[in-house]
């Protein structure tokens, strides 16, 4: 309950109104593999495949019609990975969600702290990947 409060006093009331998190039906989330026309190498000591950022246009208005974003408010949204591309992620639609640019800016630098650990040999993919899917772990929830 404590920090349901919390999280309630530190977070501005309109930023309650958008949502924090992919949704799980559309957004489940997929990595990069050597097939896809995207992949650029691997990298880490682990071998990661690596897609370089590629996100058309009429892809990412697939992505906010999914989602249902009217036209007149997409331009307060950034299409983002739900993996990012830094721990391995796609540029597969199941891996793309619109998020509101407000909750982007109060989020805390989660993807920098994962991907140095991933480099730095500190984790592996598994470990930063579960992170990033699993909400309990994130402030927001």
């Known amino acids: 309950m404590k920090l349901v409060l919390l999280f309630v006093l530190c977070v501005p009331f309109w930023a309650l109104a958008y949502p924090l998190t992919p949704e799980e039906d559309i957004t ?3 990595l990069c593999t050597e ?3 995207d992949f ?16 058309s246009t009429s892809l ?5 019609e999914e989602y249902e974003i009217p036209k007149a408010e997409r331009k ?12 391995g992620g796609t540029n597969q639609p199941d891996n793309l969600w619109p ?4 909750v982007k800016a109060l989020r805390p ?15 592996n993919q598994e470990q930063v990947i579960k ?11």
């Open 35 to 37: 097939e896809d026309a």
């Open 60 to 64: 990412k208005t697939r992505i906010y």
């Open 40 to 55: 650029f190498e691997y990298r880490y000591e682990e071998e990661i495949p690596y897609c370089e950022r590629n996100v």
């Open 76 to 87: 307060d949204y950034t299409i983002d990975h739900f993996i990012p591309l830094s721990l």
């Open 28 to 30: 489940s989330g997929s």
């Open 99 to 102: 998020e509101h640019k407000a």
């Open 109 to 123: 630098n989660l993807e920098m702290q994962l991907y140095v650990a991933l480099r730095d040999g500190k984790m």
């Open 131 to 141: 992170i990033v899917a699993d909400k309990k772990l994130h402030p927001f929830y």
